[in-house]
Nanobody, 131 residues
Framework: QLQLVESGGGSVQPGGSLRLSCAASGFTVDYYKIGWFRQAPGKEREGVLCISSNNNSTYYADSVRGRFTISRDNAKNTVYLQMNSLKPEDTGVYYC????????????????????????WGQGTQVTVSS
């Protein structure tokens, strides 16, 4: 059974930083596209950052470019989202998601969900940015 578990969320002031972790079990993350998504209350889930299985391609939402970075530690079977210069509009529940590399969609399509949503999702971790 494929599972993803997020951690590292919390409450920070604007301008602060957080690093989210996504621990995978039941599969090896280096064979999957990995994405970070977020959902604010009353809003649809949106893609933030998505990375290809070989780390060669990354899609950034315009709202986070230059502030957020995704990385993968294959030895730990874990992916990370480093969030800097946080803004109140970054508030929401953050989810990691995975899609098999055999699915040929681009990471842009994964984040925008223009074809279909990723097949595997974590339960989410809350990020709150407020003064």
């Amino acid at each position: 059974q494929l599972q993803l578990v997020e951690s590292g969320g919390g409450s920070v002031q604007p301008g602060g930083s957080l690093r989210l972790s996504c621990a995978a079990s039941g599969f090896t993350v280096d064979y999957y596209k990995i994405g970070w998504f977020r959902q604010a209350p009353g809003k649809e889930r949106e893609g933030v950052l998505c990375i290809s299985s070989n780390n060669n391609s990354t899609y950034y939402a315009d709202s986070v470019r230059g502030r957020f970075t995704i990385s993968r530690d294959n030895a730990k079977n874990t992916v990370y989202l480093q969030m800097n210069s946080l803004k109140p509009e970054d508030t929401g529940v953050y989810y990691c998601a995975a899609e098999s590399q055999v699915t040929t969609m681009s990471v842009q399509a994964m984040c925008l969900m223009t074809e279909f949503p990723p097949h595997y999702w974590g339960q989410g971790t809350q990020v709150t940015v407020s003064s």
